[in-house]
């Protein structure tokens, strides 16, 4: 199976990720003062000029330069050599990077030199050392594909009549072919960084979780998906979408535990852990935003599968369903677990 490319509404429309990402705000912000302290505590890399930052997964949108300078603002606190700096800001080919870079900040507002890195992250993208500072915010819970026995139908894992893992009536089989694929996604990741990142650097990685013991379909993140499985299943009862074309398609997000995300770090002996928390930045979207949110980051996947105009209908049933569900979206989010890490390379 080919890898998915898991890309963001672009543009400036009503469900573009540039207007629908306040939920990743108060995340970036809730972890702030962490990264700042970080830096100035933990950083014992290269500081020569220039010292080389990355933000792996960055989308677009006005969260994009806030953790760049966030950590350039720690730099110049950490010392008073006067520094040049270059931020790469990468994420897969079909990104709008056109947006990206017509909304850069201008100097002296701007205090790096700016670039453009399109690649996936689950491979090398820099030369080795090359890196002082990574970040990695809301981007390692996107698989680098499906697990391909969750599609085979020989397979027990084969998920038919699902959209995802989350789902209370799916196979022990579904939620363990998405654990083993997000641990080979890790593994790729890390040993990339391992390569990329400085002796002494430091990585910062956000990624969306769940509790240690906690059952995958009990989770916040299972809310969301039943809302959005119920409006495919819904259009299949219709004969909108075929039932072989529900069977086949499944989202590419895993939302691991610490323990998963923790031992994956462990076993790949390249970074020491300086800091590892669940954080929950509790915000208060109302249902029709959460829905806006979602849409924003997934159409692209629904798309891809059905089509423009199903992808349409799928969305818009799950607009007509928020009120509906009203109180179970709004409760996922205040408790919607964030996994937070500190890796320094060794």
């Known amino acids: 199976m080919a890898e998915s490319v898991p890309t963001t509404t672009s543009g400036d429309g009503p469900f573009s990720y540039a207007k629908n990402s306040e939920f990743q705000k108060d995340s970036a912000n809730l972890v702030k003062a962490m990264i700042h302290e970080a830096i100035i505590e933990k950083l014992d890399g290269d500081m020569s000029s220039p010292v080389s930052l990355v933000d792996l ?32 800001f990468n994420d897969h080919a079909a990104n709008d990077f056109n947006k990206l870079f017509a909304s850069l900040p201008p100097p002296p507002q701007r205090k790096y030199h700016a670039a453009a890195v399109p690649g996936s992250f689950h491979r090398r ?82 990624i969306p979780g769940i509790a240690d013991g906690r059952n995958h379909s009990q989770s916040s993140y299972a809310v969301i998906f039943s809302l959005l499985e119920s409006s495919v299943l819904e259009l299949a009862n219709e004969g909108v979408i075929g039932k072989g074309e529900v069977d086949g398609f499944n989202l590419a997000f895993y939302f691991p535990r610490m323990g998963e995300a923790g031992e994956v770090i462990e076993e790949d002996g390249c970074f020491s852990v300086e800091r590892a928390e669940m954080i929950n930045p509790r915000s208060n979207l109302s249902a029709r935003a959460i829905v806006g949110h979602l849409r924003a980051g997934m159409e692209g996947s629904f798309k891809e599968h059905f089509g423009e105009s199903v992808m349409e209908k799928v969305f818009g049933r799950a607009l007509d369903k928020a009120d509906e569900f009203s109180d179970q979206l709004e409760a996922s989010l205040r408790d919607s677990p964030q996994l937070f890490y500190v890796l320094k390379r060794k």
């Open 57 to 88: 997964g960055c989308s677009v949108g006005p969260n994009t330069f806030l953790a760049a300078t966030n950590m350039i603002e720690a730099l110049e606190t950490k010392t008073s050599i006067g520094l040049e700096y270059e931020v790469f």
């Open 125 to 206: 993208l820099f030369s080795r050392g090359r890196i002082t500072l990574a970040y990695s915010f809301f981007t390692l819970h996107y698989l680098s594909k499906v697990p391909e026995e969750i599609s085979d139908i020989k397979s027990p894992a084969w998920n038919d009549g699902r959209i995802h893992y989350t789902n209370a009536g799916a196979s022990p089989h579904v939620a363990k072919g998405y654990l083993e694929q997000f641990k080979r996604d890790m593994r790729a990741f890390l040993s990339a960084r391992g390569e990329e990142i400085v002796k002494g650097g430091l990585m910062f990685l956000i």
